[in-house]
């Protein structure tokens, strides 16, 4: 028999604030956190702004020798897992819990590339003597839970994942899995991400993915709006204390939620563009549902990809179109999403900072908004939330994640009650 998964505590460093009480707060106030870039001279790129974690210090969390040696999305990672453990209040209970069970799941899409860049400039100049005894090990993806595990003696499960901007949504519905079949009793599942760099801001620029508003950043990512001409780029880290039911009533956590479904599919159609027909979402969306064992008109929110793409927009809304085929009366009693507007795209982390607003809607029963949301280009019949959070009465949500290579991932959420 399975075991129920829940959630008892979330960390999160985002561009709306340094913890998630800040972060939901300033989210359902619709403030956006899209500024000038300051962590690096962005003078000469074509986009010149992002969401930047501002007033971070990475040594609240780590000794100060320590901080040199790893890359920035170590940091945010480290600190996202630590107030993680300390929301759910997991260290109270180590006496009673076995810490071979006790896992670390934190994924980066990219990983240390500002690290990579920097050590490479040093190289040229200086030649193999400038590179730091500590650089690979300060810049890969898996590191984040290497620390972690060390400082609190955490032996159970412990891998990275990478899947573009599906990542941490991957390690949240895989935590959930393991412990489900009785391989941990706790992880601590999320992403982080600190792509702000010339390589990361030059690279998606190439690629024509990025906003140009740069005469206006907080109203440059806009999921939805008939303006919007690309995603916003952006830094950040999210961990959930994931654990089994009993484990968690065992020891006397505050449930936040329970994870209820997750489904995964590929598009196996282009390497950076979404399948046009919207069925590796569509997969995806109805693989959690099995798992759920629910019917799309039992979700009464969906916090969606929503990058404010051209394209990505209007394809999952046509994949979640699909799943009410057989109910089309359904889509009524459903409001969408994308909390991109104000957070911007963390990448390797957007699945988990999304899942987290996907929770705190359940507990709060509250929509966040979808900002700069004018001029929508889709049919009316969709409630896309527009501008000002909302009351509502939420059991389950959904939360989506698509990335580069055609990785698909979506997690549902039930709202506990005791």
């Known amino acids: 028999m399975k075991e129920r998964v829940v959630v008892t505590g979330i960390g999160a460093l985002t561009p709306l604030g340094l913890d998630m009480e800040s972060t939901w707060e300033n989210g359902i106030a619709g403030k956006s956190g899209i500024a000038p870039i300051t962590l690096f001279d962005a003078s000469n790129e074509a986009t010149r702004f992002a969401g930047e974690v501002k007033g971070f210090d990475p040594s609240n969390y780590i000794d100060l020798r320590?901080?040199?040696?790893?890359?920035?999305?170590?940091?945010?990672?480290?600190?996202?897992?630590?107030?993680?453990?300390?929301?759910?209040?997991?260290?109270?209970?180590?006496?009673?819990?076995?810490?071979?069970?006790?896992?670390?799941?934190?994924?980066?899409?990219?990983?240390?590339?500002?690290?990579?860049?920097?050590?490479?400039l040093k190289s040229l100049k200086g030649g193999s003597r400038k590179i730091s005894p500590f650089f690979i090990a300060g810049s890969i993806i898996n590191m984040i839970g290497g620390i972690l595990s060390i400082k609190y003696g955490l032996m159970g499960p412990n891998f990275s994942i990478a899947t573009a901007c599906a990542t941490s949504s991957h390690t949240i519905g895989l935590a959930a899995r393991l412990i489900a079949y009785g391989d941990a009793d706790v992880i601590i599942a999320g992403g982080a991400e600190a792509p702000i760099s010339h390589l990361g801001v030059g690279g998606f620029n190439a690629c024509k993915a990025l906003s140009t508003r740069n005469d206006n950043p907080t109203k440059a990512s806009r999921p939805w709006d008939k303006e919007r001409d690309g995603f916003v780029l952006s830094e950040g880290a999210v961990a959930l204390t994931l654990e089994s039911y009993s484990t968690a009533v065992k020891r006397g956590a505050n449930i936040l939620a329970e994870l209820v479904g997750f489904g995964m599919s590929a598009d196996a159609y282009h390497v950076t563009a979404p399948q046009e027909n919207g069925n590796g979402a569509y997969s995806a969306m109805s693989n959690a549902l099995k798992d759920a064992k629910i019917d799309i008109s039992d979700i009464s929110y969906i916090n969606a990809h929503g990058t404010s793409t051209p394209l990505g927009d209007m394809i999952e809304i046509s994949a979640i179109e699909k799943l009410y085929h057989d109910n089309p009366d359904s889509i009524k009693n459903v409001s969408i999403s994308s909390t991109k507007s104000m957070t911007g795209h963390l990448l390797g982390a957007a699945g988990a900072i999304e899942a987290a607003y996907s929770i705190m809607a359940l507990k709060y029963q509250i929509i966040p908004p979808t900002i700069n949301l004018n001029n929508p280009d889709t049919d009316s019949k969709w409630d896309l939330t527009p501008n000002e959070a909302h009351k509502k009465e939420l059991s389950f949500v959904m939360s989506n994640s698509f990335g580069f290579g055609g990785k698909n991932s979506t997690l549902i959420f039930k709202r506990y009650t005791a």
């Open 66 to 120: 320590e901080c040199k040696r790893y890359d920035r999305f170590i940091h945010l990672g480290n600190a996202a897992g630590i107030q993680a453990i300390e929301n759910s209040k997991l260290e109270e209970s180590f006496d009673i819990l076995d810490k071979n069970r006790i896992g670390i799941i934190i994924g980066s899409g990219i990983g240390g590339l500002t690290n990579i860049q920097e050590t490479h």
